[in-house]
């Protein structure tokens, strides 16, 4: 499968922004998906992840009750709805994905994940 991250850009801070993942390939749904993230001169870190049929989902301690993951499989497509954002949250956002049984299972570590897409840049402003 093949991903292709968009939807960063250049934010002030309380601000919402949408990242998209699209993703090639068939069977989409027995995918986990993932989002990371990697800001300047810091390892790549998880910051949520969905389970196949969306049914299940798991977040950073960082982002959650602020991030919301989503993914309509008919589009192949996955979101991150990132609201109230803070300077920290400036980074690459990387998406990922993982063929399992079924969809299932919560990944949370690079390793974890097969396939990664391009990256899209956030920046937050204070």
């Known amino acids: 499968v093949q991903l292709q991250a968009s939807g960063g850009g250049l934010v002030q801070a309380g601000d919402s922004l949408r990242l998209s993942c699209a993703a090639s390939g068939r069977f989409f749904s027995n995918y986990v998906m993932g989002w990371f993230r990697q800001a300047p001169g810091k390892e790549r870190e998880f910051v949520a992840t969905?389970?196949?049929?969306?049914?299940?989902?798991y977040y950073a301690d960082s982002v959650k009750g602020r991030f919301t993951i989503s993914r309509d499989n008919a589009k192949n497509t996955v979101h991150l709805q990132m609201n109230s954002l803070k300077p920290e949250d400036a980074a690459v956002y990387y998406c990922a994905a993982r063929w399992t049984l079924h969809g299932l299972g919560t990944l949370t570590t690079e390793n974890q994940y097969h396939y990664w897409g391009q990256g899209t840049l956030v920046t937050v402003s204070s």
């Open positions: 969905i389970t196949g049929s969306g049914g299940s989902t």
